[in-house]
């Protein structure tokens, strides 16, 4: 009798049939239809994908836990932190990641162009454009005393906020009041570093608080405890903390907690190195290895050896060194050290530099940009590829920084932004009718706009003529292209411009415009149309 054939479940998924399986079908084919259908369901219950399996020889030995969002981060962030910080004080990789980020994100600082919406509020061009260069220039009167301690603007805040939270993971920004002699502004900033906000006395987390990061039982925030000094800081008096609410009874908030959450229900953030930092630091090791290695080799002995009869013995030594100096071989450059008779010594060339080093660290150094999404070609600041590669590299690169500034933005500038104008307002600086009425008027009041660094362009010409194709389909406005190319603001261009005409008409010069970018833009030839 032949055994029966079983099809597979709906799912696609069947159980294969083993000897046994196939010696009861012959005989007994109901039961046997029976254990199919349960070793099918066995089957589905286990999965069908080979990561998930735990016989495989390749993951036999993988056991990870399946932890909650803070269960797998909290109770490794104060190693995860100092670990960061060292690789940023120690590492040129690391220190140079950071730096980067910081410089194409934020630069010299993320500038706010105010753009109410004037629709909303009823305004004519005119005075919309009127309250924006006034709600500017008050906002930069208060950018100068933005630092509580006294001691940053706000465009340096902007940098060392966005640092900290790539080196700790998060940071915190309390809103404080305080108008000192000269301020115009009382609003600022002071900026908590992540190891302050913890349980009060390190207690246990709980349900409602997960280190120092309070919330209500449906997980909404509702205050974080910080201590009055930072828990590394030695010889100093016991710590005390201190529950700031989260937000005013409004719902305005009062503490900006600056962080990227990366699961659900998340309560603090992972420093970005977090994924290299044992590449990293195995890397370093390397690196110093190298060198050494390669300083070592630099340094060429001679070694004088006796003669069998003894006539002859050491060099002599220089006035002032004693003969107990005699036994101490030390390496230096050009030494000649020695020997007493019947010694001998073999030297071993060590073969530094290493031939395969920049290969081998170049290699590591692609899967390091990769979990930090930085082009390897930025990450090392050295551009080895085509133009085309090396544009292509720019522009994977821009991409992350205008998600990154864009966060930024979201999280501290326009939330800044928003309490200064509310000051203005209140103090009568600024007139803006409905804005403590109305929630969407308030909004119209404070929109805006926030620029930074522009994007580095390898061949300005072809951005020039591309920016120029778009002005001409009205896909970009001239606002853009300034603030994208070569930064500040269309209206102080032109009023420049305006200025430069007058004053070229004045001494008896003729300003063509056509004729200046034909003089700068004289026609090219085959050759520089080429690409390299």
């Given at each position: 009798?032949?055994?029966?054939r079983?099809?597979a ?19 007994d ?47 490794d ?18 220190t ?17 162009y ?30 100068w ?8 603007s ?7 906020v966005?640092g ?10 309390i ?33 409602t ?29 016991a ?51 190298e ?18 009869d ?57 899967q ?9 070609e ?28 864009a ?21 009568g ?28 362009s ?5 951005d ?16 853009q292209?300034?603030?994208e ?6 209206e ?9 005409q007058?004053?070229?008409?004045q ?11 034909s003089?700068l ?12």
């Open positions: 009798m032949k055994a029966p079983f099809p479940s709906r799912s696609g998924v069947s159980a294969r049939m083993t000897l046994l399986d196939r010696a009861i079908a012959v005989f084919p109901v039961r046997a239809v029976r254990r199919h259908q349960a070793r099918t369901t066995l089957s589905l219950a286990t999965g069908g994908f080979k990561g998930g399996k735990k016989g495989r020889r390749q993951t036999a030995n993988w056991d990870v836990d399946g932890g909650s969002a803070n269960q797998d981060t909290v109770p962030l104060t190693t995860l932190r100092a670990r960061s910080r060292d690789l940023r004080r120690n590492v040129p990789i690391a140079g990641a950071i730096a980067t980020r910081i410089t194409n994100i934020i630069g010299e600082g993320l500038r706010v105010p753009q109410v919406n004037r629709d909303v509020l009823g305004l004519t061009v005119d005075q919309a454009r009127e309250w924006n260069r006034a709600a500017k220039a008050e906002f930069e009167l208060a950018a005393t933005a630092d509580f301690t006294g001691v940053q706000f465009e340096e805040l902007q940098a060392l966005f900290s939270t790539d080196e700790s993971g998060d940071v915190f920004a809103r404080r009041y305080r108008k000192d002699p000269g301020d115009t502004y009382g609003t600022k900033l002071q900026i908590v570093e992540a190891d302050r906000v913890s349980n009060p006395n390190f207690g246990m987390d709980s349900d608080l997960v280190a120092g990061v309070e919330t209500d039982t449906n997980g909404v925030v509702r205050a974080y405890h910080v201590s009055d000094r930072h828990p590394g800081d030695l010889f100093r008096k710590m005390n903390w201190r529950r700031v609410p989260a937000f005013y009874k409004d719902g305005r908030p009062i503490v900006l907690h600056l962080f990227k959450r990366l699961r659900p229900d998340q309560a603090r953030g992972i420093p970005y190195l977090a994924p290299v930092i044992e590449i990293l630091k195995q890397f370093g090791e390397y690196t110093d290895a060198v050494q290695a390669a300083v070592i080799s630099a340094f060429f002995t001679v070694f004088v050896k006796g003669a069998p003894g006539t002859s013995g050491p060099l002599p030594m220089p006035e002032g060194n004693s003969g107990s100096d005699k036994d101490e071989i030390k390496l230096g450059a050009g030494a000649i050290v020695g020997l007493a008779d019947g010694e001998d010594v073999t030297i071993a060339d060590p073969n530094r530099p290493n031939p395969n080093f920049d290969a081998f660290t170049m290699a590591l150094l692609r390091i940009g990769v979990a930090l999404e930085m082009p390897v930025l990450l090392m600041k050295h551009f080895m590829a085509s133009y085309s590669a090396s544009r292509a590299a720019l522009e994977i690169a821009w991409q992350t920084f205008r998600r990154e500034r966060w930024l933005v979201k999280s501290l500038c326009q939330p800044f932004y928003e309490w200064v104008i509310e000051e203005a307002i209140l103090t600086r600024l007139q803006a009718k409905g804005f403590f009425d109305d929630a969407a008027i308030r909004a119209a009041w404070l929109r805006s706009d926030w620029y930074g660094p522009t994007k580095v390898l061949d300005p010409k072809k020039a003529e591309a920016d120029t194709i778009d002005i001409g389909n009205r896909t970009k406005t001239r606002q292209i300034v603030m190319r070569t930064g500040g603001d269309v102080s261009k032109h009023e420049q411009l305006a200025y430069e007058d004053l070229a008409e001494n008896g010069l003729i300003a063509s415009p056509t004729a200046a970018v003089e833009n004289p026609p090219a030839t085959n050759d520089e149309e080429k690409e390299e």
